[in-house]
């Protein structure tokens, strides 16, 4: 008899991934209200706090994510933050996640990362069309209108694959570091583990910044004005 190795959303079935997405989702959204209570104020937002606490941790992760927006996209990188913050704060907390015994990241399932990449593919067009209206289709015809009826399917062919190319990668690192962790912690069960705990957190923040840095470049590409 196959064994199943026991998780605490298991009895949701096929739709375990579902919900530890969403158990995902609130545990964010459980963070942003706490934050919002310390800042609501002009008192509390001014006056500096010490040690490690909800709204440090909050205002150095705004801080690093709009460096590195501001990195890829230039100086008028702002409307697109919200974006880029939520794309790594929710991997990264979906990748560490997995980390915790009888949790299955959502991300090592191919449907979760593939919806994750659906979304940044829509986004960077919206925002190529909000940036540039229809002239952003000539994105699609290359540098020469005498080369068009080549690089247009070439060019769809090669953005159709960036969402499956987005959760593919995140999905198989995940899924990959899921079960070494795994397999090496019923093994050895001691000290062993704690070497692949700490570079199972590693690939975790790596998979986060490179899914956030590759929207972040397709965004760019996008609203860009030269061809």
Known sequence: MEHHPFTWLSGFGANEPVAVAVFVTVMLIAFAVMVRARTRSVEHAIDPEDGVTVRN?????VEGMN?????????????????L??????????????????????????QMTFALGLVSFLAYHVYGLKAQGV????HFLGPLMLLAPLMLPIELVSHMFRPVSLGIRLY??????HEVIGIFTALTKLVIPVIFYVLG???CVVQAFV???????????????DH
């Open 211 to 225: 899914f956030t840095m590759l929207t972040a470049i397709y965004i760019s590409l996008s609203v860009s004005h």
């Open 57 to 61: 941790v909050a205002e150095a992760f």
């Open 85 to 110: 913050a939520a794309f790594f704060a929710y991997i990264l907390v979906a990748n560490l996640l997995g980390l915790v015994p009888g949790f299955v990241p959502p991300t090592s399932h191919f």
């Open 172 to 177: 198989a690192n995940m899924y990959a570091d």
């Open 67 to 83: 460096g590195l927006a501001e990195g890829v996209l230039g100086h008028h990188y702002h409307p697109y933050v919200p974006l």
């Open 135 to 138: 002239s952003y289709l000539k």
């Open 201 to 203: 957190a590693f690939v």
